[in-house]
């Protein structure tokens, strides 16, 4: 498999140790530094900014040229011409479905969108300002509990089955953590409806009324869960297979995931954009928040700027952007000051030195939040709908994860603590 090598010279070792070179299908090379540990030597990469942690064929970020791939397809494309549920059967097949195929996934997903009726108890066990997230760590961690047929992680049937389950119930759980916290009754899913239009009514349906969907934020909505999908080795992934990687179970798993996620320099930074824009208060403020955000004794970020892998616009964002433009001019809000605020920001840390040279441009999240505002989605639920549409990428790569001969996770470290030495007599 290696068609490279790395030699490594060691001050004290008498011989070069040599580390086989891999090459992907993209992307750079991979230096397999396994052959360290048995020369007493370890790899020193906090946040893991230079290790691989896996061989992964679903997602290929290309950070420098703004390029990200599921399977191969470029996100625009996807975004443009597929739908939600069609790229989560991509995700975790690898080909985009045939006509019948999909057919087939769609009606699996909508008849397993009901949650267990005993599930709906937990939700009074938590108090009505909550924030979702936390509800949703526990009742998806719960899910485990509920549904013990299928929790053979050896069993690929059984990891398909769980799949099935955790993409057709997000958008249920998701729902009732925000009926739970204004104090409406829960709505049943509707299963002749799309995913994105049942999110929708589950989440501003009432018994009492027929809600119509609009279609052209449902619209939206799916392609908000399709820009969000799968990020490769993102830190709520990564958690993902670790947490997989000791046998846990999958919900458990995605609920571990869902936990990662909701900081704010991960998912939770879609909220954080909006409560900054609404520290902001006034278009006269920006500077004042731009010279924070530069500032290195100050731990101020500007939200919803920067990104780990991308040094270049993330393609995400563009296609946001554009949803973003799109919405907003159909609901005829475009003179919404935080929007207004959001959009001189944009042009500030665009021109501005500091950023431009740092290569910080405005990521998904930036785009996300003021959609799902105009939307009317409180903002207490941005990192909630994150989860939602991430679950895919999550399991599957939880499945990739148990479809090959793996390891459990198991890092080291530089230990710079006390040395050996006797308890006090
Ligand atoms: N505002 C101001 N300065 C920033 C920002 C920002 N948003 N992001 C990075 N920097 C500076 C940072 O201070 C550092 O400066 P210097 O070189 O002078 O020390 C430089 O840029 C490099 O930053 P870093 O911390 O080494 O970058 P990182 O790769 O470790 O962090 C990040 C990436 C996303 C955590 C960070 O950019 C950030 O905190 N952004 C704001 C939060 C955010 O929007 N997160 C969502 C990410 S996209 C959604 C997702 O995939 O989860």
Redesign the pocket.
């Given at each position: 498999m290696a068609d490279k090598k790395a030699r490594l010279t060691v001050d004290g070792l008498d011989e070069a140790i040599e580390l086989p070179v891999y090459s992907g299908t993209e992307g750079p090379d991979v230096i397999d530094v396994r052959p360290l540990t048995g020369n007493g030597l370890f790899t020193y990469d906090p946040?893991f900014v230079s290790t691989a942690a896996c061989e992964s064929k679903i997602t290929y970020i290309d950070g420098a040229n703004g390029i990200l791939l599921h399977r191969g397809y470029p996100i625009e494309q996807l975004a443009e011409k597929s739908d939600y549920l069609e790229v989560c059967y991509l995700l975790l097949n690898g080909e985009l479905p045939t006509a019948e195929q999909k057919e087939k996934f769609v009606n699996t997903i909508s008849n397993h969108t009901m949650v267990h009726e005993q599930l709906s108890q937990f939700f009074k066990g938590f108090r009505r300002d909550a924030h979702p997230m936390a509800i949703m760590c526990g009742v998806v961690g719960a899910l485990s509990a509920f549904y013990h047929d299928s929790l053979d992680i050896n069993d690929p049937h059984h990891r398909e089955v769980c799949a099935y389950r955790l993409i057709a119930k997000m958008p249920t759980l998701a729902a009732m953590c925000y009926k739970y916290s204004i104090g409406q009754p829960f709505m049943y899913p509707q299963n002749n409806l799309s995913y994105g239009e049942n999110f929708l009514r589950m989440m501003f349906g009432t018994p009492c009324a027929d809600y119509e969907v609009n279609p052209v934020l449902a619209r939206a909505m799916d392609r908000i869960f399709i820009l969000h999908a799968d990020?490769e080795q993102?830190a709520s992934t990564s958690t993902v297979r670790l947490a997989g990687s000791s046998g846990a179970n999958p919900f458990a798993c995605i609920a571990a995931g869902i936990a990662a996620l909701w900081g704010?320099?991960?998912?939770g930074?879609n909220e954080a954009v909006l409560n900054m824009l609404d520290e902001i208060g006034d278009a006269e403020n920006i500077p004042e928040f731009i010279e924070k955000?530069?500032d290195?004794n100050d731990p101020f970020?500007?939200?919803?700027?920067?990104?780990?892998v991308y040094r270049n616009f993330d393609p995400r964002a563009k296609v946001m952007k554009k949803t973003c433009d799109e919405v907003l001019g159909l609901l005829g809000i475009e003179n919404d000051p935080q929007l207004q605020i959001a959009k001189q920001l944009e042009q500030i840390a665009l021109e501005d030195e500091y950023f431009v040279k740092?290569k910080?441009y405005p990521?998904?999240?930036f785009y996300s939040g003021i959609i799902l505002k105009a939307i009317g989605i409180p903002t207490n639920m941005f990192t909630v709908i994150f989860a939602l549409s991430r679950t895919i990428g999550w399991i599957s790569h939880w499945n990739e994860f148990h479809s090959s001969p793996n390891k459990i996770g198991r890092p080291r470290q530089l230990y710079t603590g006390e040395q050996q030495r006797d308890y006090p007599a």
């Open positions: 946040g990020h993102n704010p320099a991960h998912g930074a955000a530069k290195p970020r500007l939200m919803g700027f920067g990104h780990r740092r910080l990521n998904v999240d």
